[in-house]
C-alpha cells in the first residue's frame, strides 16, 4: 500500500513561486500531481514516468510548472513558477501503473492518492 503526503502549500502572490513535494511510502511508479479549485472538478497537472524522463502536462501550466522526482527520498516535486490566481486550488499528489499508452491525465488511472495541499495565490 502506497501513502501519499504533501506540503508546500501557502499563500502567494500572482507572480510568485512555490514547490510542493510529495513524499511517498512504498513503491511508486508513475506520479502526478492534480488540482482541483471551488467548485470545479480535480483537474490534471503534469505527471512523470518512474525513471523520470517522460513527463506531461496540461496546457494551462506548460512553461511555468515543472515536475520532478528523487526516487533515492521517494519522493515527487511540482515546481509552479509564473503563478496566477486561477492556479488555486487544493493540489493532490497521486501514484499509478505505468502504461502502454504513456503518462495518462485521467484520474481513474491513479490507485493512491494524498490528503492535499492547499494553494492560494492572491495580493
Known amino acids: 500500500q502506497v501513502q501519499l503526503v504533501e506540503s508546500g502549500g501557502g499563500l502567494v502572490q500572482p507572480g510568485g513561486s512555490l514547490r510542493l513535494s510529495c513524499a511517498a511510502s512504498?513503491?511508486?511508479?508513475?506520479m502526478a500531481w492534480f488540482r482541483q479549485a471551488p467548485g470545479k472538478d480535480r483537474e490534471f497537472v503534469a505527471a512523470?514516468?518512474?525513471?523520470?524522463?517522460?513527463?506531461s502536462y496540461a496546457n494551462s501550466v506548460k512553461g511555468r510548472f515543472s515536475i520532478s522526482r528523487d526516487n533515492t527520498k521517494n519522493t515527487v516535486y511540482l515546481q509552479m513558477n509564473s503563478l496566477k490566481p486561477e492556479d488555486t486550488a487544493v493540489y493532490y499528489c497521486?501514484?499509478?501503473?505505468?502504461?502502454?499508452?504513456?503518462?495518462?491525465?485521467?484520474?481513474?488511472?491513479?490507485?493512491?492518492w494524498g490528503q492535499g495541499t492547499q494553494v492560494t495565490v492572491s495580493s
Open positions: 512523470i514516468a518512474w525513471g523520470g524522463g517522460d513527463t
Open positions: 512504498g513503491r511508486t511508479r508513475t
Open positions: 497521486a501514484e499509478g501503473p505505468s502504461t502502454i499508452w504513456g503518462l495518462s491525465s485521467q484520474r481513474l488511472a491513479y490507485d493512491h
